[in-house]
């Protein structure tokens, strides 16, 4: 059986530090042993180089073994039995006797083997007991403290008192995962590190990836030897995923780092809020150092009692600023604002505007209007800050501290506006409101240089060995907006959106106001000219037709041809334009008709006007066919008009040399658009017209063929849509040239 390790030694040449396989090193600390069980077989498949240190037995002898075989039918029972009860990962460690030798074991599971990690377990001075006291002691002193600070302090100092490790420090990240020793305990003849920031690159991606799985991590010597990590050689690329290891080897990157800091031993506990990486508890110390699972559990328990009491504390915190901005937010509601532009100025000059989100400066812009009240860039500068907003949020909400992250040219009014909390009031304009905060100049100290926080050189990546002071002045950036000052911020924008709308209403109702005027008085000019058109003017032209047939009658006067046809032309054009005032008047008075609906016979209706147009249709040797039609609810007369002109029409454009042929039928129920329609077909075969026009042939005095040949207003299918109006229903129209025309028309079945 061929044996090999698992080591993996590409990390010593990296050449970025966010690449470094962490999770896989190959290799463990040597202060416990590790075998790897396949889930299946329970055969031993990997096995650390040092088991011989701890048992009797090498790693040799143990690979390709049973784990029963080498450490007994009970032990292997013990162990399924706390796999089976899911304790895995959890905060109960297996005890076992192993080979007459007591452990404390932890059991995980990566992909198909079952991780066996196990160390010595020896009698300590500090007794579990001890640690409860010491826990119960520090949950009694917990809840005398307020701030969030006030308690990461209580906890440093705690767990310095369990552990025992020279230096504790809660260690908080910003949103860039840049860190801040936030909370420190440390023994007295050490330098402090408290406030001291260190770049993101100290802890890289990866490595903040482990520490939300892995929630304890202890190195109990920082200069131990790796172990590596050994399996059967059966031609397979095998790898040992460690990252929920106990006994994970560290990075020797971040060993070297440590090296260069002094420090001997490690205890980082992650502290976890709403499932982010919120900080660490760090501990060092400057020799080796191990500690019982006991006082790790101690540890790790105080690293639950700061994450569950984040909201809390920083709610406390929180509570002085939210309550002045909810007392501004409260005083601005309250004012009764006309719905007029100058509203606008009377909240900008409003001191509580400024105050519900602890700014310096606001802006309100309206219908392209800036209105502006305390520090705030100028006017060009705000309309090209908007326009940039409106496009980079979509008509959104958007805060900053920091602006020229987002607009490097946003630099030049730093001074007034290096943050801004902006709230989109429409989605169609820049209608928006802008809180502004000034640059406020802040000091951080670095621990080194965070530029040089990585060196690289032909033989790889180097962490830096320099943790001087390192000053930075930030520029451009405003103090951080708390939530409160964000939430009075939404709350008054959308108070503020209410009023937008109603000065929008208002603006329209006025300008909807002043046209129904404009519109009555226009309505009022036509219904004048009407009079004139219908009445006024048709007793001239029944004199002109009166005298023209009197000269027509008169036999024995001698008149030429010429002035013959000339009074013929008189009297035909006085005739048709006496027919056009009667339709125009039938136009007109149907949208003042108030007649009731009722249901109506359709072939009783028909029978009417055939009646009413026996000589044209005795004329043309027309034939209509009529076949059963339902009953529709309409109003008579409206009917019967529309259905005269309809048969009219089919009538005029037939072909001279052809019967006409006109057909009414009932084409059923049709729905459109969830409405119900009873639907009629009126059809000719006479000259029909192109498709295209089957719109147009409705408006009024609209005419698809001369004068000359066919006679007519170009009224009568206006007439016969706005009847259809009335009676909230539909014409359509279809035409084939020399082939016909149809006219569908939809009744609706409700009427209310």
Known sequence: MNIKDIVNRDIVNLTNCEFEPIHIPGSIQPHGFLVGVNIHSWKIDFCSGNIQDYIPTTHQGVLGTDFKALFGDKQESEVKDYIAKNLLLSSSPLKLELLERPFLCTVHKSNETYIFEAEPSEDNSKKLADVYDQTSQF???MNATHTLKELCQMVVKGTREITGYDRVMVYRFDKDYNGEVFAESVREDLEPFLGLHYPHTDIPIQARELYMKNLLRLIVDINYTPVPLYTVDNGEDKNLDLSLSVLRSTSPIHVEYLQNMGVGATLTISLIHKNKLWGLIACHHYSEKNLTPEIRLASQLQGHFITSQIDIRQSNEEYEVARKSNIALEKLNALHLPAKEDAFQTVIQNENLLEICNASGVAIIFN???????????????HKLINWLSVFTDADTFSTEKLIDFLPNADDYCEEASGILYHSLSIDSNDCIIWFRPESLTEINWAGDPNKAIVKDVNGLYPRNSFKLYREIVKC??????????????????????QFNLLIISQEEEKYRKLSELLK???????????????DLQEPLRKIQMLSSRLLGKEDEEFSETVINSVQRMNNSAQRMQTLLIDILKYTKIQHVNDSFEIVNPHDVLVEVLSDLHEMINEKQAVIQIETL?????????????FTNLIQNSLKYSFPDKTPIVTITSLGIHEINSNSFQVLEFSDNGIGFEQQFAENIFNIFSRLHTQEFYKGSGVGLALCKKIMQVHKGIIKAEGIENQGAKFKLYFPLNQE
């Not at 305390?374 to 060009?380: Q, V």
């Not at 405003?478 to 959106?497: F, R, V």
């Not at 008085?521 to 009445?535: A, D, G, K, Y």
């Not at 339902?630 to 529309?642: D, E, N, R, V």
């Open 139 to 141: 949950l009694s002193y």
């Open 368 to 382: 392209n209007t800036i209105y502006k009240n305390g520090l705030t860039p100028d006017e060009n500068n705000i």
């Open 477 to 498: 950036q405003s103090k951080l907006w708390l939530q409160p000052e964000l939430n009075a911020g939404a709350n008054y924008a959308h108070t503020l959106q209410k």
């Open 521 to 535: 008085e226009t309505n009022s000019e036509l219904e004048n000219i009407n009079w004139i058109s219908t009445h």
């Open 630 to 642: 339902p009953s529709i609810t309409g109003i008579p007369f409206l009917m019967k008009q529309l």
